[in-house]
């Protein structure tokens, strides 16, 4: 970060301070008291501040109070952030030793779902790169699911927000303080494992949270569940995080959710001098929510999901027209404005009104926008964006903001952002959380010799990259030049001529089908049931399975049937239907988190297993 010729940027930062300093403040600056008359107009001043201090002190009482007459209460005392869902290292259980029957999983899981109602090459990629990088399986929502005839697309959308809403409700394996990625949408490439990708959830909601706690402050509330103690909260929390946009909800101008929403955190001149006011709109600063991208725990998004359906009902219409996209546009709108109101009103007016006048006013622009709020009603969801694209990265007006970056080669690396016009360089490495901890993925497992290993080893088609040799520190790993971030999931949801492109680009694409043979072969059964039991990762979300997806009516759907016919568009290595590569069987047996088979035939070890 730090720059060593650093009086040039530290000038450039001081002119663009002063010009965006106000002509009022440049007076302040040069003005010094100097006589005796000029002191007397200084204290006069100082007098009249505290006058108005005080006297607007009583006058603001008598507005609402908003965070108190909009329920803002969130499901748990405890945040997100400090929820075990990645725990760190894993517990050590031998075969031999006895598992008590009656242990539970106490951390909480982490669930993937995708709203798919078929088929398809861009699911299966997206299912592939969840695999390759040890996603818990996926949970297709609608998969095959047979509307009517006439349904429209209001109504299919209806039925799919349900869906998600009824999997978060009444799925018995999914708990309300469990973590939930959902992508809504088509074409998206896991990039990181899923351990990086809780980890900066959790990190952004804790640095996000300490700005709302300094912008909002605390309020002093009963106690849930214990009448008569009162304790002191922090007013507003992030709790769920959707991707960002570079566009908001499109044609719609005067709503809160385009206007009031809080500015993106980049730096405003991050795509150089036309930042935000190129008329194509792809040199915007990320700042609308995008629809498809959400993580946060179950409780969390089962309010949001709720309040969309609701919403949803209300606008009760044939066109096809994004009603979902535009409810939570609206909810995230919403809840900033009532935000912003409680602010208003517990803020000094004065003090407002200097930093309006020297421009470092925190306030969030209401111009134009005119809501009804109903006592009573919630608009508090604890909905944040990854402006970055920290997690979630989005294509749309955003092909050009990407390097696929191998982080050794520092020639590289030390032009990309001059090449893209970023005004402040910074040092780009490989991120942290990636140079630490994290597994080197072409590390073959270890096996057995006892066991029997399906599929079977081959040299051609296993061949991976040696472990010395290849890494994450010189794995071309896609990034945002601008934001200087390695996003954990790519969004294809812009040029879609670009999508084989930037498929073949992922740094797995080369060993594709070995990685995901690596991930099929990997301990499943017994040992690793033991370790999901115990908190462990090797299994995240309980029910198990590998090498295939799940249902939302619990059904177990395996790779073949998922993917066989798309092959090229997913390995595009020759080596023909997955399972048949070298002529073996694909009728792979899968077992859950009890050791017990869920689909295929019983192999001996499984038996023998079973007997323990
Ligand atoms: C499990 O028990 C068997 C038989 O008692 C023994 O041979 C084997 O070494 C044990 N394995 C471990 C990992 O302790
Ligand atoms: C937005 O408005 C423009 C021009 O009025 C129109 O061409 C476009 O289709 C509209 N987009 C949507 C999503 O309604
Ligand atoms: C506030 O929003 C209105 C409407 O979008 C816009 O015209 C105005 O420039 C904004 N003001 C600021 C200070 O951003
Ligand atoms: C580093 O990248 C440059 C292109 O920017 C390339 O010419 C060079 O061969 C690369 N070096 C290594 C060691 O890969
Ligand atoms: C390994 O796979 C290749 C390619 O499918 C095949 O030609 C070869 O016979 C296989 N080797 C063994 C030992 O199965």
Partial sequence: MASLNAPAPLLHQYHSLRSKVSPHLRQIYHYRPRTRRARAISLTAVVCFFLLLFSTRSSYQTTPDYFSKFPSYHPFAQSPEDSLVAVPEKLDVTENDTLPSNLQKSNPSFHVLIPAPHRSPALCRTVTSAMILNYPPPTLIGYTKTLPEATTEYEAMVDRITSIYNYLEHTRDVHDDDFILILDGHDFFFQLPPQVMIRRFQNTLKENNLKLRNKYGFATVEKQGHPGITEQ????????????????????????????????????????????????????????????????????????????????????????????????????????????????????????????????????????????????????????????????????????????????????????????????????????????????????????????????????????????????HNLPLLTNVHSSEVPALVHMDGDQSLRDLWWSKMWYHPWARALLRKYVRSPHGFSAAQDALLGGQVWWDMRGGRGGVWTDRGEWIDYPELCNGFERDVFDDGYGPWGKEAGASNAEPVYNQFGLLVKGKESPQGQENKGK
């Avoid at 970023?422 to 490495?429: G, K, S, T």
Wanted: with cysteine; glycine share 4%.
């Fill in 233 to 472: 909260v922090q007013k507003y929390t992030q709790r769920v995080l959707f991707g960002a946009s570079k566009q908001c909800f499109p044609n719609m101008t005067m709503d809160a959710g385009c206007v009031t929403v809080p500015q993106s955190s980049l730096p405003p001149d991050a795509y150089g001098y036309k930042t935000d006011i190129h008329p194509d709109g792809h040199l915007t600063r990320p700042r609308w929510l995008n629809p498809s991208t959400v993580m946060g725990q179950v409780a969390d998004l089962k309010i949001v999901y709720a309040q969309v359906l609701e919403s949803v009902e209300q606008r009760r219409s044939k066109k096809a027209d994004k009603k979902d996209y535009l409810a939570l546009t609206q909810m995230y709108g919403r809840q900033e404005y009532v935000r912003e109101m409680e602010r208003r009103r517990t803020s000094n007016p004065l003090k407002e009104w200097l930093y309006q006048l020297i421009g470092i006013s925190d306030a969030s622009n209401t111009t134009g926008v005119y809501l009804t709020l109903e006592p009573g009603r919630r608009y508090e969801y604890g909905i944040g964006l990854d402006y970055k694209s920290t997690l979630f990265f989005n294509m749309f007006n955003s092909k050009h903001d990407v390097e696929w970056l191998p982080y050794n080669n520092i020639s590289k690396t030390s032009s990309a952002q001059a090449s893209h016009g970023v005004p402040r360089e910074r040092r780009l490495l490989l991120p942290p959380d990636l140079a630490e901890n994290i597994e080197n993925p072409f590390i073959q497992p270890e096996t057995d010799s006892e066991d029997t290993i399906t599929p079977p080893y081959n040299q051609t088609i296993d061949a991976l990259p040696n472990p010395k040799k290849r890494s994450w």
